[in-house]
């Protein structure tokens, strides 16, 4: 399996507050993405990088923001959450582009 | 807009019974796609991808793809499904890494 590990695996927090969510990866790989997933909605891209401090946005990423300092780490930020933001958050990870992604065990959100 | 579509949301199956999961992609130049399959409380996994070449990719667990571009699809069969199958399915699109909804398979036994 590819080293990817997501912190923390669940979280509850309250609307208004400010949360973030890390994903490492021991792979070295350039690409790393965040997606949330929803029923019905599948997965849908936030953002993803392309390498330390280059990063883009996806086709949800309004309420998000990420940072990318270090190869291996990818932190995706919810300034000021919303219950619409309850969901489960996967990262994932690929060595280059249009490649195969690697994915995390997500982490749970939960907004109330 | 580049997307991949799976138009069932839900498919039920019997145990030992053939499998096929529909995906349709629209994409311009050859696309690369990839299935992905999701146990509850998982992580997603990678069953197969579809770069170029042979139009029917193998991958594991006994699952096989095969791309037509005519159809614009990439349909994801097995000829015979376990019930160890039973999890989600996503069809996915590199480029921007775009995924459909899913299709949640059941198995009876």
């Known amino acids: 399996d590819a080293g990817i590990t997501q912190s923390p695996r669940h979280k509850v927090t309250e609307t208004g507050t400010p949360v973030t969510l890390r994903c490492h990866q021991t792979e070295n790989h350039r690409y790393m993405y965040w997606y949330r997933q929803d029923p019905g909605h599948g997965l849908r891209l936030i953002h993803y990088s392309y390498g330390v401090k280059d990063t883009d946005k996806g086709e949800v990423s309004d309420g998000y923001s990420v940072s990318r300092s270090k190869t291996e780490d990818f932190l995706l930020t919810l300034e000021s959450a919303t219950s619409s933001q309850t969901s489960v958050y996967f990262c994932?990870?690929?060595?280059?582009?249009?490649?195969?992604?690697?994915f995390g065990q997500g982490t749970r959100l939960t907004v109330v | 807009a580049q997307s991949v579509t799976q138009p069932d949301i839900h498919i039920t199956v019997s145990e030992g019974a053939s499998l096929e999961l529909r995906c349709n992609y629209s994409?311009?130049?050859?696309?690369?796609l990839f299935w992905y399959v999701q146990s509850p409380g998982q992580g997603l996994q990678l069953l197969l991808k579809y770069f170029s070449g042979d139009t029917l990719v193998q991958g594991i667990k006994g699952f096989e793809a095969e791309f037509k571009r005519s159809q614009s699809s990439f349909n994801l069969r097995k000829p015979s499904v376990h019930w160890s199958d039973a999890a989600e399915y996503f069809c996915?699109?590199?480029?921007?890494?775009?995924f459909g909804a899913g299709t949640r398979l059941t198995v009876k036994p």
């Open positions: 996915a699109g590199a480029d921007d890494m775009r």
């Open positions: 994932a990870i690929s060595p280059d582009y249009n490649t195969e992604a690697f």
């Open positions: 994409y311009g130049a050859t696309p690369y």
